[in-house]
């Protein structure tokens, strides 16, 4: 056990079809090293994990989205799987939680098909992202620079591709979780924020 994340909250926005590694993983890092995960989704009770296509566990959801503010937490983990961002990204509440966690210079960590709820919160122009393959094209389309690699991290922006990523996103995520803030983080936001 470490402490590196001692006292500090990080929330973790999934809802059904999340890739299960992609939430138990990060959430035991965040846990070992301290710090205390907490499951964000757009309705309470539960949520379905998913491995791929098929149906894994479920988890108990600790607040919905409408419960909370990004000012409760230090940091936030979007991990992926299908069904999981695409949905998200049709939720308006979930989309101005993620974008406030960059207007406040907050780290965020994200994997897999996870980006799609930055495209759509207006994130990632000029900043470099990996992601699952298939997102590249949203990505550079909203004005990111899209990455082939195992993990990278702009400016407290940490991202990756895949589930086998997941050791090397897991630490670059807590390293930057214990930074805190990142001024730079705020920038991306106020070039491409638009009225809403």
Known sequence: ??????????????????????????????????????????????????????????????????????????GLVQPGGVGNPDTLRTDENAVNFVRDFFKQGKPVAVICHGPWILVEAGVVRGRTVTSWPSLQTDIRNAGGNWADEEVHVDNGLVTSRKPDDLPAFNKKMIEEFAEGKHEEQKKSVHAEASPS
């Open 1 to 74: 056990m470490g402490d590196e994340l001692k006292g500090k909250k990080i929330a973790f926005l999934a809802t059904d079809m999340v890739e299960q590694v992609e939430l138990v993983e990060p959430w035991n890092a965040v846990a070992a090293a301290g710090g205390t995960p907490e499951l964000i989704s757009i309705k309470s009770g539960e949520i379905q994990g998913f491995q791929h296509y098929d149906k894994a566990d479920t988890f108990k959801v600790d607040k919905t989205v409408e419960e909370v503010s990004a000012s409760d937490y230090d």
